[in-house]
């Protein structure tokens, strides 16, 4: 990063146009968190994260912008580096989330997780939902997505977050674990876990993050795992 931080182009409206003209389904679309952008970016221009994180966050929230324009259900921003640096999240982590979102008209969504599982690298899992969820709840986003199947993270943990609707991981997408496909009773007893903390409404099933480790075939018995889990809960609420 050698200059100001400006959003001078669309980056991904027209993506989001192609999809809405071939679907009559709610789309979400997904952007980088200012967080996880600072994180990968060698600031040779600001000398300082918050600084650069607000010019970032000005930047996404331009994009934004022009995609609730659009008229998506949800925008979402991917901050899997929340989860490394708790300390960062409480500082000014929170404060770049919402000048993403400012403006919008869409739900808004913040994803965070522990990184895609590969082989050799150990997952940077450590005691930082507590920290995270207790200052997301003051955020002025509306959805929290978050990873609780893989990293075997306690549902007991959305009590801190009573005023979220929660995308709640229930599927592991870990290379590491391809080929081993949920069950849906096992869905099911994870949501209906996370229903004793947070009203069933305010609970979605998810997947943990994204599937592109998975090979297509098995991506796709995991999310109809889900869909019949998710199901089966519903029932028995």
């Known amino acids: 990063m050698y200059g100001e931080v400006s959003r001078d182009a669309p980056i991904v409206v027209d993506e989001l146009e192609f999809a809405m003209a071939h679907s009559s389904r709610p789309l979400k679309v997904t952007l980088p968190g200012p967080m996880t952008v600072v994180d990968?970016?060698?600031?040779?221009?600001?000398?300082?994260?918050?600084?650069?994180?607000?010019a970032i966050a000005s930047a996404l929230n331009d994009e934004a912008r022009d995609l609730d324009a659009l008229g998506p259900a949800v925008i979402q921003f991917d901050e899997p580096v929340f989860s490394?640096?708790?300390?960062k999240v409480a500082?000014?982590?929170?404060e770049a989330l919402d000048r993403c979102i400012e403006g919008i008209r869409a739900k808004t969504c913040v994803h965070v997780c522990y990184s895609y599982p590969m082989p050799g690298v150990p997952r940077p899992?450590?005691?930082?939902?507590?920290?995270?969820?207790?200052?997301?709840?003051?955020?002025?986003?509306?959805q929290l997505a978050l990873e609780f199947e893989a990293s075997g993270l306690d549902p007991k943990l959305l009590a801190l977050c009573p005023s979220k609707t929660v995308l709640f991981g229930c599927i592991d997408n870990g290379a590491l674990g391809f080929d081993r496909i949920e069950q849906p009773e096992q869905v099911a007893a994870r949501l209906l876990m996370a229903a004793e903390y947070l009203p069933a409404d305010q609970i979605q099933a998810a997947p943990d993050c994204g599937l592109v480790p998975l090979d297509i075939g098995i991506a796709r018995r995991k999310?109809?795992?889900?869909?019949?889990?998710?199901?089966?809960a519903r029932r028995r609420l």
């Open 40 to 54: 990968s970016t060698l600031d040779q221009h600001y000398g300082d994260e918050r600084a650069l994180a607000m």
């Open 84 to 87: 490394r640096y708790p300390g």
């Open 91 to 94: 500082e000014w982590g929170i």
């Open 125 to 142: 899992i450590v005691d930082a939902y507590p920290a995270i969820l207790t200052e997301l709840e003051h955020s002025k986003v509306d």
């Open 223 to 232: 999310l109809k795992v889900m869909v019949e889990g998710a199901e089966l």
